[in-house]
């Protein structure tokens, strides 16, 4: 079968921003299915490209405008849209190496046909709305992405049609599944955070991010040992003012103890231990002085992560991890929670903070639960289409380990002292990647790419322009 390539709709005029970028914004077309092109239903892409702006004391003879390769930008989530290219930490070291660099809105993020409960509305009830979220895992996002690369560079020379990628958690899985199935439409990946296990399913990369998550927590609390009774406290103020449902929330969520447990995910990140204890802190101010939570603290933790505006990272998360048939998320984060003694509040029949004594109650970490489509106003309207998704393995392969093993692209990753990718199984993907540099440190986290860019991409850099004795 032919590859398909993706239609351009239309491209703005350039225009400037600080920072001497010259951005233009992109507009494409694409089958929801790559597999039936010609009768499948269509997608719109959106995508911003930047270059560097120059202008030079005089003018150059020719007004061709010069054909720079191609870095996209592969966006973590998954879920997630793309920054506009002037926030993006790459212009700053990329731009300025003759790349064009392209920040592409994966089909259902951002701007590209993007995924809510009212739109997935229009496809149908739970089951057709299961079947199309089938089609937006990182195979059919690396077919679209080979699609736009190929109109793009349509008009260009052999040696500038392929182009570079650059993949930041799920965008560095997503490289995996490229570097497997489309070789071929690369130059070079660079990856962070993103090496993720290549035959590890749900259950066990969860085994292996909650032991990670756990030391997160002490590292929390004895950071704030303070906050080992406030967060008991909160979490028995939380029962009483809510009740079974749970404290409503300004856009139509719930606060139950099980939600408040899970802006455990900052502690991942650079900064977000400070920022649980924030909240922490807020909510005691707030039972101190009113005996209530005040609307501010309300949509702070309603706001923390994105469970309404982004529903493909909670719908798609477990599956993203699924590798291939036969394999089913079925709520995997929850299965191997109840497995450990840290997390009573995951069983139905947990008998609320008092039981615990002394012990603290541990926040999550990067897990999605079934509780998610309980409390959070968007997610609600989609319990059942996740139970849908939950339920299947019959995904196709997300990796050819052969295909890695014979690797011909140069690959350059960091791997990070991590709470969603563990490190450990990390390494044991770049050892079936042939050909792969990579560097490790246990003084980064996952987001170091925006949090601490100039400690990043510059050691990527190295490995790529430097040698190894």
Known sequence: MAQVVARLLSQSKPYLVPGKLLVKELWFEVPLDHSKPESSAK?????????????????????????RPYLVYLQGGPGMGTSAPQDSPLSKYMLDRGYELLMLDQRGTGLSSTVSANTLATVGGPREQADYLKLFRADTLVKDSEAVRLCLTEDYPPEKKKWSTFGQSFGGMMTLTYLSFAPQ??????????????????????????????????????????????????????????????????????????????????????????????????????????????????????????????????????????????????????????????????????QGPASLGEAPLFFSGEMIYPFHFDTCSELVKLKETADILAEFDEWPPLYDMQQLAKNEVPVYAAVYSDMYVDAELSRVTASRIRGIKTFETNVLYHNALRSNPDDVIPQLLKLRDDTID
Request: aromatic fraction near 10%; include cysteine; hydrophobic fraction near 35%.
């Open 43 to 67: 997608l719109k892409l959106f995508a911003r490209s930047a270059v560097k702006h120059e202008r030079p004391i005089v003018e150059p003879p020719s007004s061709e405008a010069e054909q």
């Open 185 to 350: 439409g690369l130059r070079e990946s660079f990856i962070t955070g993103g090496l993720a296990a290549l035959d590890k399913g749900p259950a066990d990369v969860y085994r292996a991010t909650y032991r990670r998550c756990i030391e997160r927590n002490r590292a929390y609390y004895a950071k704030f040992p303070d906050d080992v009774g406030a967060v008991k406290r909160i979490a028995e103020k939380i029962v009483e003012l809510g009740g079974e449902r749970g404290v409503p929330l300004p856009a139509g969520g719930f606060l139950t103890v099980r939600r408040l447990m899970t802006v455990g995910l900052n502690f991942g990140a650079h900064g977000g231990v400070d920022r649980v204890h924030g909240y922490i802190t807020r909510m005691q101010a707030d039972l101190d002085q009113f005996g209530e939570f005040t609307r501010y603290t309300l949509n702070e933790l309603e706001q923390d992560n994105q469970w309404d505006t982004a529903p493909i990272y909670t719908l798609l998360h477990e599956p993203c991890w699924c590798y291939g048939p036969g394999v089913a998320g079925r709520w995997a984060a929850e299965r191997v929670g109840q497995s450990l003694e840290e997390y009573p509040w995951l069983h139905a029949d947990w």
